[in-house]
């Protein structure tokens, strides 16, 4: 089988969940379960640095006076903010299920994906071996 989620293949043991009817490794399990809540802390991060940023080049380079770029770059930062937010909570959260170690997995057959999906699933392979792995609460 494969991931639904990155397209690795599973054993037998790598597959212990499924995430929404379909199989899936434990990396993409997590990263499923946590989407909502990682979008989230990411859009309060983006707003705390944004105008923790704004606030300093507003006082370093003396932008008192320029109230009309403060209030669009304000505004900005909200709608940005609130877009990632939206993005997370706009979708309908995964249902992860752990596979009963007893129950024989399940023989799928895999299609090949169509539209990018194998690049994006490569993509992705890479940019999770250089994340360092954080916790929706760490983050």
Do not use: K, N
């Amino acid at each position: 089988m494969r991931c639904v989620g990155c397209g690795d293949d599973l054993c037998g043991e790598c597959h212990r969940f499924t995430i929404d009817d379909a199989p899936g490794c434990a990396r993409c399990a997590y990263e499923a379960s946590t989407r909502r809540a990682r979008r989230l802390s990411l859009a309060a991060v983006f707003l705390g640095l944004g105008t923790g940023l704004g606030a300093w080049l507003t006082v370093r380079f003396e932008l008192g006076e320029e109230l009309g770029a403060l209030v669009v770059g304000a505004l900005f930062l909200l709608g940005v903010s609130a877009g990632i937010a939206w993005s997370g909570l706009s979708q309908a959260p995964a249902r992860v299920v752990l596979r009963d170690e007893d129950e024989a997995p399940p023989r799928v057959v895999f299609e090949e994906p169509s539209g990018g999906a194998s690049y994006r699933a490569a993509a992705r392979r890479v940019v999770q071996a250089v994340s360092p792995r954080l916790s929706a609460r760490a983050t």
